[in-house]
């Protein structure tokens, strides 16, 4: 069982930064696929990122391609999403997920484990 904790939501301006940060338990995150999605008021939950166990093969949203980047450091059983030249579309509850799977798949069905979720605020 892996439960995960997201951190470091908040409000920034357009043009700005923010890190999220996932926190896994269980002795076994370091061996999961994580990756992230997102969701935005009245629209439907989007895939955002996504990498395997070791951090490598990450796959991107076409929408955040070159501005987001994932990290993950199994060490601490953390992986992170760092946001940069943030714009007002990016306003949504992000969530970390977490797969047993060796996947970076972009559907949601694929992750057996979410977090509770953080808000992004993006201010024009």
């Known amino acids: 069982q892996v439960q995960l904790v997201e951190s470091g939501g908040g409000l920034v301006q357009a043009g700005g930064s923010l890190r999220l940060s996932c926190a896994g338990s269980?002795?076994?995150?370091?061996?999961?696929?994580m990756g992230w999605f997102r969701q935005a008021p009245g629209k439907e939950r989007e895939f955002v990122a996504a990498?395997?166990?070791?951090?490598?093969?990450?796959n991107y949203a076409d929408s955040v391609k070159g501005r987001f980047t994932m990290s993950r450091d199994n060490a601490k059983n953390t992986g992170y999403l760092q946001m940069d030249s943030l714009t007002p579309e990016d306003t949504a509850v992000y969530y970390c997920?977490?797969?047993?799977?060796?996947?970076?798949?972009?559907?949601?069905?694929?992750?057996?484990?979410w977090g509770q979720g953080t808000q992004v605020t993006v201010a024009s």
């Open positions: 269980g002795r076994t995150f370091s061996s999961h696929a």
């Open positions: 997920v977490a797969s047993t799977a060796a996947t970076t798949s972009m559907s949601p069905e694929r992750y057996s484990y």
């Open positions: 990498s395997s166990w070791s951090g490598s093969w990450p």
